[in-house]
């Protein structure tokens, strides 16, 4: 099924519907939840997906596992997805938080053809063992580290969320503090006790995770300029020890070929 709403079809009696959507550059699907578990595929582009928790990015031919009935957004950046929608009881085993995963061949290419089945698909046959297939692989995917956590106390989420929106390496301890009323050891004890990282520590991670979308359209040399980083091959060395893999293997055609671009 493609460009299907999932309220159209949520009453079919399948464990697993499988819906390809194509989305507008910069579309936001707005907080909202789903009854049945969802296994969210980005074909092409970055997905940002926030939830009260934390903030998970997407990057290409990646996906993410979201916990059925958990409140969410999601932020298209040149995007098309092919999801499914899981019934929970046929998935015990899926994370209780939503989960960054690789999407590997075998996986990839099931996805594509599981959209492509009509609503009420058999169960018999190879449209049903396609389906039964697609839940084995999953469950064998290992978690990516594409995520922040958003602490839960509503003015320390209420700054985390701006930084992650404009990341600027000029904040400091000190800002945050002052803007929370409360002396800079305080803040940071408190920072840490929610979050369990440091303030300092948290938004390096932050502004490594925004370079991700950021690697579409700029080589790594530009992202890494435009986040604080005194040269690209700082920056891939924070990128590479952040994620297990250098920034290169998201940057744009231009980018790749830029110089020290830390392949």
Request: hydrophobic share 45%; with cysteine; aromatic share 8%.
């Amino acid at each position: 099924m493609k460009n299907v709403p999932l309220a159209d079809v949520d009453h079919i009696d399948r464990a697993v519907l499988p819906i390809g959507t194509d989305y507008p550059p910069g579309h936001v699907l707005d907080w909202h939840a789903h009854r049945r578990a969802q296994f969210l595929y980005g074909a092409t582009g970055v997905m940002v997906v926030d939830t009260a928790d934390g903030t998970w990015t997407v990057p290409p031919e990646r996906a993410v596992l979201i916990p059925a009935a958990t409140r969410h957004r999601v932020r298209m950046l040149g995007v098309s997805t092919r999801s499914l929608y899981i019934e929970p009881d046929a998935v015990p085993w899926w994370p209780a938080t939503c989960t960054v995963v690789d999407v590997p061949p075998l996986l990839r290419e099931l996805l594509l053809a599981a959209v492509d089945f009509e609503v009420d698909y058999s169960l018999s046959g190879r449209e049903g063992c396609i389906a039964a297939l697609l839940l084995y692989e999953i469950a064998e995917r290992a978690p990516l580290p594409f995520h922040v956590g958003i602490p839960a106390a509503a003015d320390l989420a209420k700054l985390c969320r701006e930084y992650l929106a404009a990341p600027d390496v000029g904040v400091t301890n000190a800002v945050w503090a002052a803007r929370t009323a409360m002396s800079e050891r305080a803040f940071t004890r408190r920072f840490r006790s929610e979050t369990g990282d440091s303030p300092a520590v948290w938004r390096t991670r932050a502004r490594l995770l925004a370079a991700v979308p950021l690697l579409r359209t700029a080589s790594v040399s530009e992202v890494g300029g435009r986040l604080g980083y005194a040269s690209p091959a700082a920056f891939t060395a924070a990128f590479t020890r952040a994620f297990g893999m250098p920034p290169s293997r998201f940057a744009s055609s231009s980018g790749v070929h830029a110089g020290h671009d830390g392949r």
